[in-house]
């Protein structure tokens, strides 16, 4: 065992909670020799009983053990199809136009990932740039959904723009309107969500038995104040979710972030807002400003302030969760951070 990448271990197959089928592109022996013969040097091994259990493969991946079946990518081919477990022949279902990695399964459905090919490099110079020119395509870079019974194509999804290769599909079940954030560009900073019972309680929750009198609005904003939580003897949150910019300008604007102050003179505002106020000593410390976006689906948060001497003291959490739960029942799934 050494870390040379001699036969390039790729995939991964698990039966019964335990590993048992594993993917390799050859079975050089010699630093990186796989890159000299990864056209039909693959094989699918069984690590139980460390029988080579199909050859001749063009770099094989994601092996998957579904319906009593060993399914995997022939990838450097462009095929999806399962391995005859008795003569450890491979049998192709359909043909991807694209690189394949990444294979899960729902039902009668395989989602397969598909990659863009890459200028010379080991994914250039395969049978699967001979395949595409034969069908007059081009690779693509996406996810097809393929009938198992039928090698039927039923959906696919192309990705354009910087995406151009994939490395795994996962199947997330009961989940809608997933989001994936990636490490390297500023949306990871600009999003924040929180899943029931993860948020850390710094503080036991109660209810604010009195509103307080100088957050009331103008009558004519009928604003709705609902006392919210009393986290301790020292301070008090409080949420309003029917605010008015114009409210906030001529009576908290030294609580509002000048960002905030700016953005509202050339983006609109919706309407009515969210505020959550932080109350020391019948004191307002903290203030906390939403909106619900467009969508409906989503609340944004555009201003946020604590004093200096109160902060770091779990303040922001409060307004935070507060936040959270007032727009879940108001039907939204994440908050944006702007």
């Excluded at 796989?34 to 029988?51: A, M, T, Y």
């Excluded at 043909?95 to 459905?109: S, T, V």
């Excluded at 560009?185 to 100088?214: C, M, W, Y």
């Excluded at 976006?293 to 779990?314: T, V």
């Amino acid at each position: 065992m050494t870390p040379e990448d001699r036969c390039h271990l790729n995939g991964l197959a698990v039966v019964k909670g335990k590993a048992r089928y594993v993917t390799c592109v050859n079975r050089s022996d010699a630093v990186a020799g796989w890159r000299q013969r990864r056209s039909k040097g693959g094989c699918l091994i069984d690590i139980s009983s460390d029988e080579i259990i199909s050859e001749n493969l063009s770099m094989p991946h994601s092996p998957r053990w579904y319906n009593d079946k060993l399914w995997l990518l022939n990838s450097a081919a462009g095929d999806f199809g399962y391995v005859d477990m008795k003569n450890g022949i491979f049998e192709p279902v359909t043909f991807c136009p694209g690189y394949m990695r990444g294979l899960a399964f729902h039902k009668n459905y395989a989602i397969i990932g598909l990659s863009k090919q890459r200028s010379r490099t080991v994914l250039s110079d395969l049978e699967l740039d001979k395949r595409l020119e034969e069908k007059n395509t081009d690779s693509r870079c996406g996810l097809f959904i393929v009938d198992i019974h039928t090698g039927n194509v039923l959906h696919w999804l192309e990705f354009e723009g910087l995406i151009s290769e994939l490395y795994d599909v996962q199947i997330l079940k009961n989940t809608s309107c997933p989001t994936l954030l990636g490490f390297k560009s500023n949306d990871i900073a600009q999003e924040i969500s929180f899943e029931e019972g993860q948020l850390v309680k710094r503080h036991t929750l109660g209810s604010l038995q009195e509103p307080i009198p100088f957050f009331q609005p103008q009558e004519n904003n009928k604003e709705i104040t609902k006392p919210l939580v009393q986290p301790d003897p020292v301070f008090r949150f409080q949420l309003s979710t029917n605010m008015r910019f114009q409210y906030l300008i001529d009576n908290h604007i030294h609580l509002l972030h000048s960002d905030f102050v700016n953005r509202s003179q050339s983006k609109k505002i919706n309407e009515p807002l969210i505020a959550i106020v932080t109350i020391y000593k019948k004191e307002i410390i903290g203030m906390l400003i939403a909106e619900i976006r467009a969508d409906r689906k989503s609340s944004e948060l555009l201003s946020i302030f604590i004093k200096k001497q109160f902060r770091c003291q779990g303040i922001t959490k409060g307004m935070l969760k507060i936040l959270y739960k007032a727009t879940k029942k108001m039907g939204c799934k994440y908050i944006k951070i702007s």
